[in-house]
């Protein structure tokens, strides 16, 4: 559907790969094909290979390129839901009986998803510390498929050395997941690092609207990513066509998006790191950060979403997301609006009495693309 933009860079590959101008009618955007099914010439004559939109659909096609080219995969697909994106891959790589690494600071719903609903179905899996690549190797056994990595993570802005951790899984025999939404193909390149999979929710900064839910996997290899595409096909949680143009739509400013993130969100933890109510502020970019020497190896920028703990406790946290009135109280992320959230109560409520269970008087920021004054005087207010 579109040219080879492999030579080009990130900034014109975010805007041209994918989208070749419609041949009807000269549209410079994909058309949105909002179509079930399509005319075969005959039994079998399929007209670009389409015959159902569950199988294949030309806007989620020219997403898919899109998505494989910016991250340097061959493969790329897209889902409703990062979650959906998430149990299609595992469902393709495990059986039961077999065990899976993963972080001890994740995504709420991705753990949910492996206490809850994978494990009942055989797998296993042992929580380690992957910003130490040696406590990784330490949880693997023969029996280990997958390691599971989020860097920056979830809702505590660990940092894990990719290359370092993808040596300890190709040694294992296993496959290296990289959950690569806090960074975004932009900021971060997980596949050159020596990941198998990168894991998006293009709900948060690919789509950077919050206005479209929506998952992708991008696979290194042409083959893994063949096998990922039939169980998307077979499972059939696919992103609708509108989706899938909203997303790639958000995609073409991801680079500008992702520059003013980063630059606000460096302003915002320097004034945390001044103020007297701020304990801990934890953001990458920050030289006393423990992973922030890796991070300035394998980013390009810190990215948009900052984590502070703040005295008094839980209901201190809880008052300042109450205070707040620029930052919008609201789960999600990496929208073009600044949101705050209370991760023990909001989004990470499921790992409470886990290994994952985050400190209660944590207040999680995504920093939007608002004026850095404004939103500092918010904080500030919100802070007392």
Not at 9 to 21: M, W
Not at 145 to 172: F, Q
Not at 214 to 242: K, R, S, T
Request: net charge negative; glycine share 10%; proline share 5%.
């Amino acid at each position: 559907m579109s040219d080879d933009h492999s030579v080009h860079s990130f900034e014109t590959r975010a805007i041209h790969a994918g989208n070749t101008a419609d041949p009807l009618t000269g549209a410079v955007v994909p058309p949105i094909y909002q179509v079930s099914t399509y005319k075969q010439d005959g039994v079998g004559g399929l007209r670009g290979g389409y015959e159902y939109s569950r199988s294949a659909n030309p806007t989620r096609t020219a997403l898919e390129e899109n998505l494989a080219a910016i991250e340097g995969g061959r493969r790329g697909l897209a889902f409703a839901s990062g979650l959906a994106a998430e149990d299609a891959l595992l469902r393709t790589l495990l059986a039961p009986g077999a065990h899976v690494v993963i972080p001890n600071d994740a995504y709420g719903g991705t753990f949910r998803l492996f206490a809850k609903v994978v494990q009942r179905w055989g797998v296993d899996f042992s929580v380690a510390d992957t910003s130490d690549p040696a406590a990784v190797r330490a949880a693997v056994n023969d029996r280990t498929k997958v390691i599971w990595v989020e860097t920056p993570s979830n809702p505590l802005l660990g940092i894990t050395d990719i290359a370092a951790v993808a040596d300890v899984a190709r040694s294992a025999g296993a496959k290296l997941v990289v959950d690569n939404t806090f960074a975004s193909p932009y900021l971060q390149q997980p596949i050159a690092l020596g990941a198998d999979v990168v894991v998006h929710s293009l709900t948060k900064y690919m789509g950077g609207h919050s206005d479209v839910v929506g998952g992708a996997l991008i696979a290194a290899d042409a083959e893994l990513g063949e096998e990922l595409a039939y169980h998307q096909n077979a499972m059939g949680a696919v992103a609708g066509p509108f989706d899938a143009w909203l997303v790639l739509r958000g995609i073409k400013t991801l680079p500008v998006r992702m520059d003013r993130h980063s630059e606000n969100a460096e302003r915002v933890a320097e004034m945390l790191t001044r103020h007297p109510k701020v304990t801990q502020v934890l953001y990458p970019g920050l030289p006393e950060h423990p992973g922030h020497e890796v991070a300035a190896k394998q980013m390009k920028a810190f990215g948009g979403m900052v984590s502070f703990r703040v005295e008094g406790g839980e209901a201190a946290a809880v008052a300042v997301c109450d205070r707040a009135k620029l930052f919008t109280l609201g789960e999600s992320l990496g929208g073009v609006e600044s949101l705050i959230e209370h991760p023990g109560r909001m989004t990470h409520a499921s790992v409470v009495g886990s290994a994952l269970e985050v400190p209660g008087d944590l207040v999680r920021l995504s920093v939007g693309i608002e004026a850095a004054d404004d939103l500092l005087a918010d904080l500030k207010q919100a802070l007392g």
